[in-house]
Every structure is written in structure tokens, then in C-alpha cells.
């Protein structure tokens, strides 16, 4: 109860109430409570908390989200632009992916401003001039790779200030470049770009940080907000080849149940023929998300298209499968016995290695669900005489078996 208490008194301000219950608190995670508790009633204790932080940071120690909230508290109160801000990228790189204590509430835009209060200091310091952005970004790019957080703070300030749209655009894509070299330094990129009063809708977030917003969306499965971002997101970022950035687009509008925008993309990038290997993969993978989604005769489509194409053994033994399980979907036995049994001759007639067994079991299932009881016989057997491991033989034993009994 004391604990809880302790912060509802924060909320209402009731600092001295706070720090009355701190003798009766043992919980050391209550800790950064009292610390603003203190903080927010006298500023003694501002520069002695700008000092732990400083400690930490050379130490480079495990310290909490909330402790790091009072540090750029106390970098705030003590003026110090440069701690607030590295305070508020530890704080919002640890911040709880849940509901986090309205005590230790901490926005994306806090840290624009802190960066923003950062870069200005620096530029008076050096004597730069808004309006010159071209002394801004030759600052700006010295820094990066000797002090990356100041190198933020000036391409923050280019963000917003510079004279034009394309050298914001710059600034943003150095700024993404910046924030892109770890997950952890990830998550700041969404905590400065998603849910932000700077950017009032997903439109107005700058296009490089959109792109790579686009890609960790997709890596964390979060389809809605990757198809949301990729609204009018046509052209492939910088670096990036069209197929594929197109490819990633008809994933994204296949998961996010625009079916047929997905499958009339799927259809411009199979016009014309495919001949890497590793994109011929890719491209599977996003037809294999409309057989996910149930979308069997869409998929078939795409497969025949892929048919055409001077596919190696490999994609196209893998092709026949496929479309195998679509027509099972679909319940066509007949077509789906026949594409398993492709798959599985395709290299040799006789041919039983581990990927032609499979096919070939399942070619059985098919034929039994169509009616063919001996053929499915036939070809259970066959597996039978060269299967080597028992529990697989068992298996074929109880399909033989439930063949008897459908007679």
C-alpha cells in the first residue's frame, strides 16, 4: 500500500507527504520516487544526481528506466542540455514495452526538444548561424562519428530548421542513420517518429525514417502499422532495388488484407522472367502468405506464372509441392495427387530420397481422399519396402490400415 501511496502523492504534488514515507519504505525500485519527490520540492539535490548520472554513463551501468527519468529531470533543473538529453535516449531505450507509472512518463518529443536545446547551445557556441545550413551539416557529419549525440542534436536542428525541404529530408535520413546502428538504439527511432505531435499523421513522418520504420514493423510482426506506414510509400528507399522494395510491399498488402492490390503487384513482378535463385525464394515466401491467409487460387495463379519461368530442379520440385497444397486447401485431391507426384518424380521416375518420400505420402492421402484407394495402396506400400525408420513405418502401417477400412 505505502508504495502506491507514495506515488499518488507524487502525482498530486504532495512532495513532503512522499518523503514522510521513506523511512517506511524499504523497496530500493522506490528509490527514484523520493529522488523527484526531493528534486521536485528543492533543487539541492540537482547537481548530486547530474553527477551519479554522469558516473553511470562512463561506466556504462544498468540503471532503470525511472532512475534515468529523474536524471534528466535533475540535467533539466541544472541546465545541462547535453545530460538531459543522453538521460532521455537511456530512459526511453529501457522505457517498458507495457503501461508504464504515470510518475515516470516520458514522450518521443521530450527528447526532440532536449536535442533541439542541445544543437542550439552547441551552434552559439560555434557561432552558426540559422539559415546556414551547409555550416550546420559540415558540424553535423564531423561529429558523427567521434560524438554521435551531439552529431544528433545538429541534424535535429537541421530537421526543423533548415532552409528547405530536401535539407530536412537530408537531415533526417543522417539522424536515421544515427538511431539505426542497434535495436536498442531502434526503439528511439519509434519514440521520436510514431505517436509524435511533431508528426500529426503517418504521412508527415519523414521518408527515411518511414522506410526503416516499415522494416522493424514488419520484423516484429506488426503488419497494420508496416501497411499504414507504407501508405504512398511507391519508390524504394535509397540503396534499394525496386523488385524487392516492390516485393516487400505486396507482402505487406497481403497481410494487411488488401488482397488484391497485393495480388496485382505479385503479377507485375512475375511479368517477366526471374532468374536469381535467392528472389525466386522471396518471392515463395510472400506467395506463401496468401496460402496463409486462404487465398489458394491467388497463390495458384502466381505458381503457374512462376511455372513459365526457367526455374532450376530445385524451385520448380518445390513449385509442384506447393501448388499441391493449395489444391488440398481447395479440396481438389485428384490435382493435388498429381502435383505431389510431380514434385516427387520430377528428377528421377525412381527416385526416393527424403523430399520425394514426403511427396509422395502425401500424393497417397490424395489419391485415398479421391476415391483411389489402390493407387494410394500402390504408392504406400512402395514406401513401406524403403523407409528405414520405424516410426515412420508404423505410420504408413495405420494409413494401409485405415485404406482397409474404407473399402
Known sequence: MLPWMA?????????????????????????????????????????????????????????????????????????????????LEQALTRRPRGRTSPVFTLSG???????????????????????DDQAWFLQATEQMPADPLLARALFA???????????????HQYLVKLLDDSDVMGRLLQALYLNNPRFPSKAAIPLAARYRLVDQALAGGEIALASELMQSLDQPPLGKQAWSWQLRRARVMILGDAIDQGVALLRKLTAEPIEEPDAVDALLQVVFDLQKVSHHREALAIFARLQAMPLDS????????????????????????????????????????????????????????????????????????????????????????QLDGRR
Request: hydrophobic content about 45%.
Open 7 to 87: 506515488e499518488v502523492l507524487l502525482q498530486q504534488g504532495r512532495f513532503k507527504e512522499v518523503l514522510s514515507l521513506q523511512t517506511a519504505v524499504t523497496d530500493p525500485a522506490m528509490q527514484p520516487v523520493f529522488e523527484l519527490a526531493a528534486l521536485r520540492l528543492s533543487s539541492d539535490q540537482s547537481a548530486e544526481l547530474c553527477q551519479r548520472a554522469r558516473q553511470y554513463l562512463a561506466n556504462d551501468a544498468k540503471v532503470s528506466y525511472p532512475q534515468w527519468v529523474v536524471f534528466a529531470e535533475a540535467a533539466a533543473v541544472e541546465q545541462d542540455p547535453r545530460l538531459r538529453a543522453e538521460s
Open 109 to 131: 518529443d521530450q527528447l526532440w526538444q532536449a536535442y533541439l536545446d542541445y544543437g542550439h547551445v552547441y551552434g552559439n557556441e560555434q557561432q552558426l548561424l540559422i539559415g
Open 157 to 171: 536542428v537541421l530537421a526543423f530548421e533548415a532552409a528547405d525541404h530536401e535539407q530536412r529530408e537530408l537531415a
Open 314 to 401: 530445385r524451385h520448380r520440385r518445390e513449385l509442384y509441392f506447393w501448388m499441391a497444397e493449395s489444391y488440398t486447401a481447395l479440396d481438389e485431391p485428384r490435382a493435388a495427387a498429381r502435383a505431389y507426384l510431380e514434385s516427387a518424380i520430377l528428377e528421377d521416375e525412381h527416385a526416393m530420397d527424403p523430399w520425394a518420400q514426403t511427396a509422395r505420402y502425401h500424393a497417397a492421402k490424395s489419391l485415398a481422399a479421391a476415391g483411389l484407394q489402390g493407387d494410394a495402396r500402390s504408392l504406400l506400400e512402395q514406401l513401406l519396402r524403403v523407409t528405414q525408420d520405424d516410426s515412420r513405418k508404423a505410420v504408413l502401417r495405420q494409413e494401409l490400415l
